[in-house]
């Protein structure tokens, strides 16, 4: 886990419980059920966000901003989380021993037999932008990444659109511009 991302944590969990009041059991539970949804939001973003860079594995490439929000008695309501991507360029180029994007890999590593074939991804295809695919690391782990939308609310169907490559999209990333049928 990244040093900002355990700091972030450290720092929800002692807002949670400052703002949770101690004698309103109700109050204490969705302060705690907000701390968990933004908890949750961290594999999604590293997944999203994160890549493998010369200095690190797990290299954030997006800036996140988290904004609890209190009642007038100090009650944690809410939060409110802002990403930015930072390096948007990372998607089209990487320098010789880097990645691209951690879900990418993910797809590709962790995608089951129906989900390839919905998802117009061949078994073993290689793609000119997921360079380094034979490293393994511990952020190439599909079903984190997808529980962890489950719990954001992101349904299964809707995880589907979003990991849905085009074949047309493939083919021409891959870098064979020819038509198909």
């Known amino acids: 886990m990244l040093q900002q991302t355990w700091t972030s944590r450290c720092l929800m969990k002692f807002y949670a419980v400052v703002a949770a009041s101690p004698t309103s ?103 000119s932008w997921l360079p380094n695919p034979e490293r393994t690391l511990e952020e190439d782990c599909f079903e984190v990444t997808r529980e962890a939308m489950l719990h954001l609310g992101i349904s299964a169907p809707t995880q589907n659109n979003i990991f849905k490559v085009r074949r047309k999209a493939v083919l021409v990333l891959r870098g064979d511009r020819q038509p198909f049928s």
């Open 25 to 127: 059991w109700e109050s204490h539970r969705i302060a705690e059920r907000i701390e968990q949804r933004i908890l949750n939001s961290n594999p999604v973003m590293e997944a999203f966000g994160n890549a493998c860079t010369l200095r690190n594995n797990n290299s954030s490439r997006f800036g996140k901003f988290i904004q609890l929000q209190l009642n007038r008695t100090q009650q944690m309501t809410g939060a409110a989380v802002q990403t930015y991507l930072l390096e948007k360029t990372r998607v089209a180029y990487q320098a010789s021993s880097e990645r691209n994007f951690h879900i990418f890999y993910q797809i590709c590593k962790g995608a089951n037999a129906d989900e390839r074939l919905q998802w117009h991804l061949p078994e073993g295809a290689a793609f």
